[in-house]
């Protein structure tokens, strides 16, 4: 069959991305599924800034590719050996997809997959398959085994959540990159206590879902911390109860004062490694700095050594909210449907996959938190 998409030839454009056009808008070929694969009709996939990494070239990626990996969509057809899912099934992606029989998948720690995790780097679907190709015939890659900026999209049935077909999809989108990986790494990756302070460096999608995430968590005081204004609204809106402009004062030191000390947690979702030292200075002793954001691969960071055994800290690192997708994105989009996770405030427009390099002009610009390409 035929499909629209957004096609990524070259990496490292100039931007503004709306003269240049990193992502070319055009009609591709896309196979059906095979075995253990699903065709599904994206309905929503969030501008993310793992999208933004690969057109910028800060996260390389085999080229050409088909980015989007935050998506809902809704099941057209399943290949052979499918027994899960069938047509008509609301979903939600998970990037990462979980091949059930790795070391890592089978003691509990799905994000890890071995067999997924490589897939991915490959830009090939679990099986190695590569189901779209160009006018010309040329194959394209996968992005994170979604590729969610195509109208169509082949998946391997471990990349997909069947979930309540009654949630709009451009929220549900949202579930599959901000708030499992932000949410997750409070519940799951740090285990954050009632009580236990937080700062939250960075408020992009995902670092608002920490706050989400603290907030739910029962934190206090939740500190966020960025240089735009309407972010830090926005994080007052979500739960924090303090907020800081780094642009106007050291976060550092104003986190250490309110909190005597430092915070139990900190958590960096900048993906800067000059932001996670700020984020490890900001702990107590005893504290743990949580990294959520993708740096360069060549990026090195540095703290006094000695701190980590005389001050007894902790630096972990969280990927896609050290989450388990069948069993979190369900309970996460129930904390949604109950009023408990504010997932609303994230969503800043809907737009349409011709104004998708504009869109990543404004990402790229702090402008907006989640823009949704919207196919439906």
Request: proline fraction near 7%; hydrophobic fraction near 45%; charge should be neutral.
């Amino acid at each position: 069959m035929k499909t629209r998409a957004a096609v990524l030839y070259e990496m490292g454009k100039p931007r503004p991305y709306e003269e240049t056009c990193p992502l070319s808008v055009e009609e591709v070929e896309l196979e059906g599924p095979g075995p253990g694969e699903v065709l599904v009709e994206i309905m929503a996939a969030g501008l993310c800034h793992s999208d933004l990494s690969a057109i910028d070239g800060s996260r390389p990626r085999p080229t050409p590719m088909i980015l989007g990996h935050e998506a809902a969509g809704i099941v057209r057809e399943v290949g052979p050996g499918v027994h899960d899912l069938r047509p008509g099934d609301h979903v939600v992606f998970s990037f990462v997809p979980m091949c059930g029989r790795c070391v890592y998948c089978v003691t509990g720690r799905p994000v890890l997959c071995e067999n997924g995790n490589r897939a991915n780097a490959a830009g090939t679907l679990l099986s190695g398959a590569r189901r779209f190709r160009n006018a010309s015939g040329q194959p394209l890659h996968h992005h994170l085994g979604v590729s969610a900026f195509s109208q169509f999209t082949i998946a391997a049935q471990e990349s997909l959540i069947r979930i309540d077909p009654e949630i709009p999809p451009e929220r549900a989108a949202l579930f599959g990159c901000a708030v499992i990986t932000g949410v997750g790494a409070v519940v799951n990756t740090a285990r954050v206590e009632p009580g236990m302070s937080v700062a939250v460096f960075g408020l992009g999608g995902v670092g608002l879902s920490v706050v989400m995430g603290a907030r739910l968590a029962g934190a206090y005081p939740i500190i966020a911390v960025d240089i735009l204004p309407a972010k830090l609204d926005l994080a007052r809106r979500m739960g924090a109860t303090h907020v800081l402009n780094a642009r106007e004062v050291d976060p550092v030191e104003a986190v250490r004062d309110l909190t005597g000390g430092g915070v139990h947690y900190a958590f960096e979702s900048v993906g800067s490694e000059q932001v996670l030292v700020q984020a490890y200075q900001a702990t107590r002793r005893g504290g743990v700095t949580i990294t959520i954001g993708l740096p360069h691969p060549e990026r090195m960071f540095s703290v006094p050594a000695v701190s980590i055994v005389l001050e007894e800290r902790t630096i972990k690192g969280s990927y896609m909210g050290s989450a388990v997708p069948r069993r979190d994105l369900p309970r996460f989009l129930a904390l949604y449907q109950a009023g408990m996770l504010p997932v609303d405030l994230l969503f800043s427009r809907s737009i349409q996959l011709e104004e998708i390099n504009a869109g990543f002009d404004a990402l790229a610009r702090g402008e907006v938190v989640r823009q949704v390409v919207r196919f439906a």
